[in-house]
C-alpha cells in the first residue's frame, strides 16, 4: 500500500501566499507522476498542477503564472507553491502520486486525505 500525507493548508486572505506538501511512502518502486487536484461542493474534482519523474510539468489555465509545483525525488515529496491567492482557490486539496510498487511492479495511483484551503477577501 501506498500513503500520502498532506500539510500546509490554511486560511489566508487574498493576495497572500501557501505552500502545500504532500509525501509519499510505503510499498513504492518508482513514482512516474504527481499532482496536485482540488474540489469544491457540488463539483468535480480537478486537476491543479502535475509534475512527472522528469520534471515535466502541467498546470490549470487558472493557475499557470500564479502556482508551481515541484518534487524531491529521493524524499517522494511534492510541493504547489501558490501565490496571488485568490477566494476562488478555496477548496480542499488533494495529492495524487501515480507509481509502481516494489511487489511485482504492480501499478498504483494513491490519493491524500485533502487538505483545506480558505482564501478570504
Known amino acids: 500500500q501506498v500513503q500520502l500525507v498532506e500539510s500546509g493548508g490554511g486560511l489566508v486572505q487574498a493576495g497572500e501566499s501557501l505552500r502545500l506538501s504532500c509525501a509519499a511512502s510505503?510499498?513504492?518502486?518508482?513514482?512516474?507522476?504527481m499532482g496536485w487536484y482540488r474540489q469544491t461542493p457540488g463539483k468535480q474534482r480537478e486537476l491543479v498542477a502535475s509534475v512527472s519523474s522528469t520534471r515535466s510539468t502541467t498546470y490549470a489555465d487558472s493557475v499557470k503564472g500564479r502556482f508551481a509545483i515541484s518534487r524531491d525525488n529521493a524524499k517522494n515529496t511534492v510541493y504547489l507553491r501558490m501565490n496571488s491567492l485568490k477566494p476562488e482557490d478555496s477548496a480542499v486539496y488533494y495529492c495524487?502520486?501515480?507509481?509502481?510498487?516494489?511487489?511485482?511492479?504492480?501499478?498504483?495511483?494513491?490519493w491524500g486525505q485533502g487538505t483545506q484551503v480558505i482564501v478570504s477577501s
Open positions: 495524487n502520486a501515480q507509481g509502481s510498487s516494489r511487489w511485482y511492479g504492480e501499478s498504483f495511483s494513491a
Open positions: 510505503g510499498d513504492i518502486s518508482s513514482i512516474h507522476v
